[in-house]
């Protein structure tokens, strides 16, 4: 079974400039999750999708991010325009749908998006 | 902040040893999960365990979760080179929310 794979593994863009990153789940994951690991600090949450509807995003940083996951599969996570603080390390993970309205579940990761910004 | 905070940051020892990584957090929790990260590499699933559970056990891994002192320890026991790594624990927040927190993590150094 294949894991969760992001696109690009690294992407090195100019300051204002856009940048797209793909996520694609495991198949028949209906829940999909970002953080990301700025500086070295802690990795932190940005949003939750269950299937094509945001559950929670409440950390997303501002409204130069936005994440889409049109037809509940891949996500992709847009930053525009990218600023020097959004340099870091972009992950995703995917989870089953345990059913009961309330996840206890693993959280499996893909190996990240490391992005730099100039 | 609910953030988890883990201790030691950095943690070296020989092969063979015991390893043990603590981890406290401050809100209540459905779960707490741990991590594993190699150099460059995505996060790997070690264990969870659930708010009610005590102890756990997977192999060389046994994880402790005391709530009442809203903390966790992970025991890697006879420890490898290949378990050089860094490691994070991740709280699941009770009520009904699945995000993570994570800790800023452990690096652990096995030498041979």
């Known amino acids: ?118 | 902040s609910q953030q988890g905070e883990e201790d030691p940051q950095a943690l070296s020892i020989q092969e063979g040893e015991n390893a043990t990584m603590n981890c406290s957090y401050k809100t209540s929790i459905n779960n707490l999960q741990w991590y594993r990260q190699n150099s460059g590499r995505g996060l790997v699933h070690l264990i969870l365990i659930r708010s009610n559970e005590r102890e756990k056990h997977s192999g060389r891994l046994r994880v402790t979760l005391d709530t009442s002192k809203k903390s966790s320890s992970l025991l890697i026991t006879a420890s490898r080179a290949a378990d050089t790594a860094s490691y994070f624990c991740a709280t699941g927040p009770s009520g009904g929310y699945n995000k993570l927190i994570f800790g800023a993590g452990t690096r652990l150094a096995v030498h041979p």
């Open chain 1, 1 to 118: 079974e294949a894991g969760v794979t992001q696109f690009p593994s690294h992407s090195v863009i100019e300051k204002g400039q856009t940048v797209t990153l793909r996520c694609d789940p495991i198949s028949g994951h209906d829940n999909l999750y970002w953080y990301r690991r700025v500086m070295g600090k802690e990795i932190k949450f940005l949003l939750h999708f269950v299937k094509e509807s945001k559950q929670d995003e409440s950390g997303m940083p501002n409204n130069r991010f936005l994440a889409e996951r049109t037809g509940g599969t891949y996500s992709t996570l847009k930053v525009q325009p990218a600023e020097l603080e959004d340099s870091g390390v972009y992950f995703c993970a995917s989870s089953q749908d345990l059913g009961g309205g309330i996840g206890v579940n693993e959280q499996f990761f893909g190996p990240g998006t490391r992005l730099t910004v100039l």
